[in-house]
């Protein structure tokens, strides 16, 4: 079945910056859309950013200007450049592929202190 490893987390103060991976296994990762989502305690799951198989990406409004995702298909991976990072970029972080499951599995935790 399809497996999506996330990692990159951290602890950073505001202003600082990270950069999230996700690994696939099990799918045809060039050809799937993947998105990024998040969820902090006691709110809904949200898109973050996605990146489609043709390379096109879109982004939430909160994250514009900031982030930035990015595909390896050679490395069955996705990245998501956080920089200028805010306490309110603060959730879990977690990879999806076409838009199923998002902020399900195991995450990875971001923390932005002020």
């Known amino acids: 079945g399809v497996r999506l490893v996330e990692s990159g987390g951290g602890s950073v103060q505001a202003g600082g910056s990270l950069r999230l991976s996700c690994t696939a296994s099990g799918m045809t990762f060039a050809f799937s859309d993947m998105g990024w989502y998040r969820q902090a305690p006691r709110k809904e799951c949200e898109l973050v950013s996605s990146i489609r198989s043709d390379g096109s990406t879109s982004y939430g409004n909160s994250v514009k200007g900031r982030f930035t995702i990015s595909r390896d298909n050679g490395k069955n991976t996705v990245y998501l450049q956080m920089n200028s990072l805010k306490p309110e970029d603060t959730a879990v972080y977690y990879c999806?592929?076409?838009?199923?499951?998002?902020?399900w599995g195991q995450g990875t935790q971001v923390t932005v202190s002020s």
């Open positions: 999806a592929a076409d838009y199923s499951r998002p902020c």
